[in-house]
C-alpha cells in the first residue's frame, strides 16, 4: 500500500503534468510559425540563440534557487526535442 502522503503529491504532481502539456502545445504553435519563416534547413539551429537560451536559464536558476544542472539538462533537452520536431516538420514542406 502507498503511502498517503506520497499519492496526494503524485497527485499535485499529474496536474503539473497537464499544465506542462498545455504549455507545450502552446509552445509548438509558436515554433510551428516561426518554422514557416524559414527557408533552408541550415536556419534551424541557430547556436547563437541557444547559447543565448542557456545562458539566461543558468542566470533565472540562480535567482529562482533552482538546481542549475537539472535546469540546463532540461532545457537542452527540450532545445533538441524542438530541433528534431522542426527538421521532422521541414520535411514535409
Not at 516561426?34 to 541557444?50: A, P, S, T, Y
Not at 544542472?69 to 527540450?78: A, D, E, G, H, P
Amino acid at each position: 500500500m502507498h503511502n498517503k502522503k506520497i499519492l496526494i503529491i503524485r497527485k499535485k504532481l499529474d496536474f503539473l503534468d497537464n499544465q506542462l502539456l498545455s504549455i507545450i502545445k502552446k509552445r509548438v504553435k509558436l515554433v510551428s510559425i516561426i518554422l514557416k519563416n524559414k527557408k533552408f534547413k541550415k536556419q534551424i539551429v541557430d547556436k547563437k540563440r541557444i547559447n543565448v537560451i542557456l545562458k539566461n536559464i543558468k542566470k533565472k536558476s540562480i535567482k529562482k534557487n533552482l538546481d542549475i544542472k537539472l535546469t540546463r539538462y532540461i532545457w537542452s533537452n527540450m532545445i533538441k526535442a524542438y530541433i528534431d520536431f522542426e527538421f521532422r516538420k521541414f520535411k514535409k514542406k
